[in-house]
């Protein structure tokens, strides 16, 4: 019993195994064959479990073109592929790639219904049946209306959204129009179809039909103008219908149907005013200011923008709707005002049109006033964004070098300004910041290089290169604005060496120097050292070496020494002038040439003058001058500033008629003291301390103007003195004739200074 049974179970492998040796391919429902589909127009995303699929393509559209992408390599033998009633043939071999067959399928206006049916031809598989796998394509060919022109006042409009075929439903705000006009343009269809385009109106009365236009294109006079419904418009919605009918019947005997209908909603505002005042709740009376809009309130305008002080406590607002005697549908709107303040609470406000509403303003900077206009189905809603002034009201850097020093902002602060540069001293390691809100309304958070900054510390250490300081004015959590400062601290050359010259008093601290050197001397070796990662440039070029030379022409040179360490830059300039004979001085003529540290000249800016121990230097010079021929040569590095002269060493110069020479960009520029004449003005010398000489050089010329400054008692005399002086007076003393002398110091013998009986 045992063997036969075994025997039956061998028996029933072998002829399992040799079905499956000699079985025909799976049916295509269990493996489809079909892997995608692409078409000329629309896109498919196609998917062999996914049976129906719908796209659009534009009314130019006339044909479609199908093609079938198969998963194998080449179609299989018992599979049939029809599109639309037209069979796919076999793939074509084309060297590594397949040449697909296509089917193009004709579309007409409106929905087309595409199938293409995948079939498994029993004769050749194992299935009892025909298997069948079906896809449906619905294709909307659209868009019959190509341009839609809408003109209010004469003046066209853009609706909401822009115009697009594809587009059906449209909206446009108005203030109560006088005329509305629609021009249409249709495009081209196709032969035999007809259309007709009928507009009606809010009620749904027809105000425009035209039938049979299948040979007009483009029509310049407007189909519909407002004329039709002046007595309709109302405030609210005011909703035109554009039907777009097509028929592919006979001109006998019509069919129409509708094809596409555009929606336009006009909205009219009824809206005619919104007023905003800020409150400041003062002591003994507030103060109520007007608030700007921006833009300035128009109907159809939705969205604006308010700025108050930080002083506002509170606000009025109100609104005010048109008063229109001639359409009662003004009556029926409704106005309701609501505040959204910074933690998204809406306050709601009930509301009659022309009343004021009060909102404490206190606890927020930012608020939106929402004004809702309600008339049947219609809702108007307009949002002003009202900012109380966050703005910081300082914000300043400075260091202490036994003063404390004010750094230059670029550009100069202004709250409304909120990126900034501030150039650090090269010597200058940690500056003081001072940043202030008008109010504790906001807190102030600030970064240095993204690292939070602790006020209370008051100062920032400041590297090499650039910094970042940012200081963020918060409102809670909420940053509402924020400033940002760009520290740049150059690194400065540690020697500067220039040989043959030698030792010429290099100082870090000091960027201009003015050298010469003999005629001999055609070139000069310069060796700048700074810190290992900086980067060093001579006239613009790196330097490579240790040093350079640099040749030099007769007359003046101009050589600029660059550092540039993290894009932050530091210049020295060497003015070094190399002798020639046309710049040798003759024998006849004492000059002499100071600089500021031979003369003790005291430097700031543009501004230079002879310090108090000039005197002896400059008598002992022109000692045994010949008085004709007397030059005093100081360099200057500016084209425009002032030189201060001490009265007494004025006084010399002039007596020895020493001419003044400023020596300028390779160029020497004259001033003869003698002839300021400034002498005629003085009282005496002991009420002058300064003569002061403002220079401008402009084209190769030099303007001077001279001034002088009296030492302070003098200044209190002539200032008591004035302030006597009868006005109406002709002359310089306090009594009240027409002479010079005055009658009060005459009789107790008192004089001014500089005054002699």
Known sequence: MK???????????????????????????????????????????????????S??????????????????????????????????LDPVADGDDWIYDTVDVALSIGENVIEMSVTEDPDTGTADDETVTLYTFTVTRKNVLDELYVYVDGDMVDLVPEFDSNTLVYEKLLIMPEEIELDLELADLLEGVTYRVVITDALGDTIFEGEDLDTINEMDDPLFDVDYLLDEIVYGNNVVAIAIETNEGTVETPDWQEYETYTLTFEVASLESITIESVDEGVGSDVVEDVTLV???????????????YETDSLNLSAMLIDDPENDSDEDSVVAISVVDADSTTYFIAYESGNVVNY????????????????????????????????????????????????????????????????????????????????????????????????????????????????????????????????????????LGVEPIGDYGFDPSDFNYNLKVENEVD?????PTAATDVDIYIDGDLLEEDYLIVGLDEGKNTIVVMTEYDGVTLEYVLRITRDDDETTPPKDMNRYRYTHTEMNLDWDDDDLGFGPN????????????????????????????????????????VQRKVTLVLEYDGDEYRVELAELKLSRYIKGPHSVEFVVLEFEIEDGMIAVE??????????????????????????????????????????NGKLPPGKNK
């Open 706 to 747: 001279d001034e002088f400054e009296g030492y302070e008692y003098y200044k209190k005399y002539f200032d008591k003195h004035n302030f006597h002086d009868d006005q109406d007076d002709q002359d310089d003393d306090d009594d009240d004739d027409d002479d010079d002398d005055d009658d009060r110091s005459n009789k």
């Open 295 to 309: 833009p300035d309130f128009a109907g159809d305008v939705l969205e604006y923008t308010a700025m108050v002080g």
């Open 614 to 653: 000039s005197y002896r230097q400059i008598v002992q010079a022109f000692k045994w001058g010949n008085n004709q021929n007397n030059e005093i040569v100081v360099p200057i590095d500016n084209d425009e500033g002032t030189l201060t002269i001490p009265y007494h060493i004025y006084k010399f110069m």
């Open 55 to 88: 796209f659009n393509v534009d009314y130019d559209t006339e044909v479609l073109t199908f093609t079938p992408i198969f998963a194998q390599s080449e179609a299989p033998a018992n599979i049939t592929v029809v599109i639309d009633g037209d069979t796919v």
């Open 360 to 495: 404490d303003f206190d606890d927020h900077r930012t608020v939106d006033v929402v004004v809702t206009v309600t008339n049947g189905d219609s809702e108007i809603v307009y949002t002003i964004t009202v900012t109380k002034e966050g703005r910081l009201e300082t914000l300043e850097f400075s260091y202490d070098d036994g003063d404390v020093e004010v750094l230059d902002m670029t550009p100069e602060f202004d709250t409304t300004d909120q990126e900034y540069v501030v150039e650090i001293p090269f010597d200058v390691d940690e500056v003081a910041l001072e940043a202030a809100l008008p109010t504790e309304l906001s807190d102030l958070d600030i970064y240095v290089n993204d690292d939070l900054y602790d006020p209370l510390d008051n100062l920032i250490a400041v590297g090499y290169g650039e910094q970042i300081v940012v200081v963020e004015i918060k409102d809670g959590d909420d940053v509402i604005e924020a400033y940002e400062v760009t520290l740049r601290r150059p690194m400065p050359l540690l020697t």
């Open 523 to 527: 070139e000069v070796v310069l060796t």
């Open 3 to 53: 063997k036969k049974f075994a025997l039956l179970v061998t028996c029933l492998l072998i002829v399992l195994s040799m079905n499956i040796i000699f079985a025909e391919d799976p049916a295509i429902v269990d493996e489809p064959v079909i892997q995608d589909v692409e078409v000329s127009k629309g896109h498919l995303n196609f998917d062999a479990d996914e049976l129906l699929y």
